[in-house]
C-alpha cells in the first residue's frame, strides 16, 4: 500500500498562482506515473497533469502553458505548479500514483481545495 499526502491548496485571485504537493510514503515498483486531478462540484473527476517516471508528462489542455508538473524519483514527490489561475480552476485536487505494470497498484490522495475566486 502507497499512501499519498498532499498540501499547499487554498484560496487565491484570479492570475495568481498555487503550487501543490504530494508525497508519497515509498516508490512503485517499475514504470510507473504520478500525477493530480480534480473534481469540481457536480462535475466527473478529470485529469490535470501526469508524469512519468521516466519524464514524460501529460497535460489537459485547459491547463496547459499554465500549469507545470515536475517530480523527484528519489524523494517519491510530485509538484504542480499552477499560474495564472482562472475561476474555472476551482476543485478539489487529488494526488494519483499507479503503476503502469499492475493495475491494481492505484492510489489516491485525500484530496485539497483550491477556490480562485475574487
Known amino acids: 500500500q502507497v499512501q499519498l499526502v498532499e498540501s499547499g491548496g487554498g484560496s487565491v485571485q484570479p492570475g495568481g498562482s498555487l503550487r501543490l504537493s504530494c508525497a508519497a510514503s515509498?516508490?512503485?515498483?517499475?514504470?510507473?506515473?504520478m500525477g493530480w486531478y480534480r473534481q469540481a462540484p457536480g462535475k466527473q473527476r478529470e485529469l490535470v497533469a501526469t508524469?512519468?517516471?521516466?519524464?514524460?508528462?501529460d497535460y489537459a489542455d485547459s491547463v496547459k502553458g499554465r500549469f507545470t508538473i515536475s517530480r523527484d524519483n528519489a524523494k517519491n514527490t510530485v509538484t504542480l505548479q499552477m499560474n495564472s489561475l482562472k475561476p474555472e480552476d476551482t476543485a478539489v485536487y487529488y494526488c494519483?500514483?499507479?503503476?503502469?505494470?499492475?493495475?491494481?497498484?492505484?492510489?489516491w490522495g485525500q484530496g485539497t481545495q483550491v477556490t480562485v475566486s475574487s
Open positions: 515509498r516508490s512503485i515498483f517499475g514504470r510507473n506515473v
Open positions: 494519483n500514483a499507479r503503476s503502469l505494470v499492475s493495475a491494481s497498484a492505484n492510489y
Open positions: 508524469i512519468a517516471n521516466d519524464g514524460v508528462t
